[in-house]
């Protein structure tokens, strides 16, 4: 019943910017803690940035002061707001719901 659908991935060159968002139905979306996620292949899944029903936040390192998340309970989105970005961003960037069900995920390329 859970469902979460991300979409805003693509191309974009190192120090560019991109918003992804993140559509989530199934649930009573204002009190989840919603994160987002990405994974490159061969790799684990890193844990980017989490945002919960009190709108507290956190970020991992790599990514403080670069990224904001955010969401709008009117419109059951969540969103990630990617500055200033770097080649080793790139991955497939997954939304979560209390890190237990996730969407389909949406590819991040950073490349000159």
């Known amino acids: 019943q859970v469902q979460l659908v991300e979409s805003g991935g693509g191309l974009v060159q190192p120090g560019g910017s991109l918003r992804l968002s993140c559509a989530a139905s199934?649930?009573?979306?204002?009190?989840?803690?919603m994160k987002w996620y990405r994974q490159t292949p061969g790799k684990e899944r890193e844990l980017v940035a989490t945002?919960?029903?009190?709108?507290?936040?956190n970020y991992s390192d790599s990514v403080t002061g670069r990224f904001t998340i955010s969401r709008d309970n009117a419109k059951n989105t969540v969103y990630l707001q990617m500055n200033s970005l770097k080649p080793e961003d790139t991955a497939v960037y997954y939304c979560?719901?209390?890190?237990?069900?996730w969407g389909q995920g949406t590819q991040v390329t950073v490349s000159s």
């Open positions: 945002i919960s029903s009190r709108l507290t936040t």
């Open positions: 199934g649930f009573i979306f204002r009190l989840g803690t």
């Open positions: 979560s719901l209390n890190s237990q069900f």
